[in-house]
């Protein structure tokens, strides 16, 4: 029988939009509103931001053949989506993606200095995205450049399929390293972030305050009534949580509780 890991946290695997960079995780939104206006089929905020996480190819798939926008497709176009369709718009979706990645690539509060944190407890930086890898090459720069820049940032590009599959956790577990998987947290601000983590049998932190689950800039977040900023904060928690998440904080600043309190289960004994 194996025995279990009971040593320190090495490696914890971030997320891009959302959890370390553009908080709200607005510029995929904006792009997605944008291309399916352009066909005469605008969608809600709430449709593009449902299955945020994915591949962005498998994103615009979802959208377009969920209930509600392929019935209104096929009034606008007068047939029903087809597979042809989803390429389509997302070879309109890239150009328009690569075009404001820059715009929306300022790095959250406090990612930085958590970051430097965490190194100096010996823990690696990895991290995964749903962005293909021409779009986290946009993102990558002017991260490192406000002082964030992580070991290892894998994409599906990289690995040959997105999230929930755990490929490209795997990868970074390979290319910085790290083992066992129990020695690893993935964080990210989408359930499909903590699915990706449990696959692949590692520890999940949601981020609830930054990411897609709230939606909004810190600056318009900040406007909100208290009640409102209560209640839209408690639902994304309450829906990391029902995803699965082991621990749930409002942004990455907040991680190294959760790191704490991880490695106090794992010296318990627990696995993920």
């Known amino acids: ?68 926008v392929s019935a209104r497709w096929g009034k606008a176009v007068g047939r029903d989506p087809v597979e042809a369709d989803v390429e389509s718009l997302f070879a309109n979706f890239v150009p328009l993606q690569l075009e404001c990645l820059v715009k929306y690539s300022t790095v959250i509060d406090g990612v930085a200095e958590t970051v430097a944190r965490l190194r100096k407890r010996g823990i690696k930086i990895g991290s995964t995205t749903g962005y293909t890898r021409a779009m986290l090459e946009m993102i990558l720069r002017p991260a490192a450049a ?65 990411g897609n689950m709230v939606g909004l800039s810190a600056e318009d977040f900040a406007a909100l009534a208290p009640a409102e900023q209560a209640t839209r904060h408690k639902n994304a928690r309450t829906a990391l949580s029902a995803a699965g998440a082991h621990e749930v904080i409002d942004a990455v600043a907040g991680c190294e509780a959760a790191i704490d309190a991880i490695e106090a289960r794992i010296h318990r004994g627990e696995r993920p």
């Open 1 to 68: 029988m194996k025995q279990s890991y009971l040593g320190p946290v090495k490696a914890v695997i971030l997320d891009w939009a959302g959890t370390t960079v553009d908080h709200g995780s607005l510029a995929p939104v904006r792009v997605l509103q944008e291309v399916f206006a352009k066909r005469g089929v605008p969608i809600s905020e709430e449709e593009a931001r449902r299955d945020m996480g994915v591949l962005k190819i498998d994103h615009i798939r979802k959208i377009l053949f969920s209930k509600n």
């Open 146 to 210: 406000q002082g964030y820049a992580p070991d290892c940032a894998i994409t599906p590009d990289d690995v040959g399929a997105g999230r929930p599959h755990p490929w490209m956790i795997f990868a970074n577990a390979i290319r910085m390293q790290v083992e066992p998987l129990e020695a690893i947290i993935k964080i990210g601000d989408t359930p499909v972030d903590i699915e990706e983590g449990l696959r692949a049998g590692v520890w999940t932190v949601g981020v609830a305050r930054t």
